[in-house]
């Protein structure tokens, strides 16, 4: 076993020496995770794109050339888009905390796929539910959200199995930058689609994508290592011996509930990613409506701009993970260095250009801060994102189940107070909601450089007959190579 930090380097300098990443399992794993959560925020983006041709203004040219209004297709106030653009979380923040839970005891793989495919077959149905009624909408994107909310937790179960310490920041990282990418890719698409071929085909083609990826998940991904029959002995032996050798799985099916609730560092965690999200989730369903009111861009033109963060996430967050794990692999930072470095400089960074964001009322500077302080957000992936892997791998879905139920309340607060905020609409009304995100920014960041830690946590370290530490176990469990081969101090 690699017990060491140097031991298991040179266990993974041996097992990277071959070229061929594609033959590695958990690359393949990694990449379907990527294919999977793309597909969730391709599902999860398409209305806030669709709803802006559901609700413009529509004119035809009569035989004479006389232009007509028809109004909009439906005729939503600001309000009521707020709560559509928000039900989806209502159903969403349901099945956070009880599907980390259930990931721990029947694995990740079965719930990650059911998440998505239920997901994409309500997407396909949307359009005949909207035109009966604009609640089937909202009752249709509740469900949704309740079977999508199992994704984030159960995906922890996956890695817990599957990610070597040594590479939980980047294959983690690469999962969830699906997402974004998934962002980048809905945004113009699904405002392409919707201007030439009509706002319905948005959720006809987003549900079939779903379709596709569940087909290729169930075939291709194990939900452990030892349960995939194309992986190779020595790739088995290299994912289980580091694993081992760096966490102290439980015997006891006994939770640590009180030790979990009353822990700074998961509630660290926690309110980071509440604060990530805040902004994340603003953006993500208001940035289309704010380019159109603020500086009257078309449909096609801002679904474009509107992709341009998620972009720069998207590439940034490759570079970010890698660059995590390589100052664990030279031992220039200990974990908890790492995931503070990463995660506080990225929420500073999103604080500063946002606030500009707000006072610069300029077209071109507007995009331009808006896509930095979402795009600088992938620095903090590597910090918050993994850091439930760190404190406790065998509850890593039930910690994430605890952050992200806590990390979609923005997604529901967030698009109802904008739509409150933002009426009439004018430039100070949307100056408003980056301040807000800003302050919300800023907290995090503090909050999080306080209170996080990267050690393996003493509750998480059980011993088999009856779940507790001794004192001399748990000066062992604080002194052991843990995550990067070695305590932080």
Not at 200 to 225: D, E, H, K, Q, T
Not at 311 to 334: P, Y
């Amino acid at each position: 076993m690699c017990g060491y930090e140097s031991d298991c380097t040179e266990t993974r300098e041996a097992h990277s020496s071959s070229w061929k990443i594609w033959e590695k399992r958990r690359y393949v794993v990694a990449a379907m995770a990527f294919c999977g959560f793309f597909n969730v925020y391709i599902l999860r983006v398409n209305l806030s794109i669709a709803l802006v041709a559901m609700t413009q203004n529509r004119s035809v040219s009569s035989e004479n050339g006389t232009v007509v209004n028809l109004g909009p297709e439906f005729d939503w106030s600001s309000e009521l888009q707020g709560y559509i653009l928000s039900s989806f979380f209502y159903g969403y923040i349901s099945t956070q905390f009880i599907g980390g839970i259930f990931a721990s005891r029947i694995g990740g793989k079965t719930l990650f796929g059911l998440g998505v495919i239920v997901t994409a077959v309500l997407t396909i149905i949307t359009p005949w539910l909207t035109e009966v009624n604009v609640y089937l909408l909202i009752a249709v994107r509740v469900i949704e959200g309740v079977f999508e909310g199992v994704t984030y937790p159960c995906i922890h179960t996956v890695w817990s199995k599957w990610a070597p310490p040594l590479e939980r920041a980047r294959l983690a990282t690469f999962a969830f930058s699906g997402c974004f990418v998934g962002t980048v890719v809905a945004m113009p698409s699904c405002a392409y689609l919707a201007e030439f071929l009509g706002w319905r085909s948005v959720f006809y083609i987003c549900g079939a994508s779903g379709v596709v990826w569940y087909i290729g998940w169930v075939f291709l991904v194990s939900g452990a290592p030892e349960d995939d029959p194309r992986i190779s002995d020595e790739e088995l032996a290299y994912i289980q011996e580091s694993i081992n050798s760096t966490s102290m799985q439980s015997n006891s099916t006994q939770v640590p509930w009180k030790e979990i609730f009353t822990s700074m560092p998961v509630w660290a965690i926690t309110v980071s990613h509440f604060a990530e999200n805040w902004g994340f989730y603003t953006l993500l369903t208001q940035l289309p409506k704010y380019l159109k009111d603020a500086y009257n861009y078309d449909l096609g033109k801002s679904g474009f701009l509107s992709a341009l963060p998620y972009l720069v996430m998207s590439i940034l967050i490759q570079f970010s993970g890698q660059l995590a794990d390589w100052l664990l692999e030279k031992r220039l930072l200990t974990t908890t260095q790492v995931r503070k470095v990463f995660n506080c400089v990225g929420f500073l960074s999103q604080t500063v250009f946002m606030l500009i964001a707000a006072f610069w009322s300029n077209r071109i500077a507007s995009v331009l801060c808006l896509t930095l302080a979402v795009g600088l957000g992938s620095l903090a992936w590597p910090g918050f994102s993994v850091n439930h892997l760190d404190l406790a791998p065998q509850y890593a879905s039930i910690l994430m189940g605890i952050s992200n139920t806590f990390a979609t309340i923005p997604g529901i607060v967030s698009p109802t107070l904008t739509g409150y905020i933002v009426y009439t609409p004018t430039t100070d009304q949307w100056e408003t909601v980056f301040f807000i995100a800003a302050g919300i920014y800023l907290f995090g960041a503090v909050f999080y450089g306080t209170f996080a830690s990267g050690n393996l946590q003493p509750w998480a370290a059980k011993a088999p007959e009856d779940g507790r530490l001794n004192k001399n176990e748990v000066e062992m469990v604080q002194k052991k190579p843990v995550s990067n081969g070695r305590a932080d101090e």
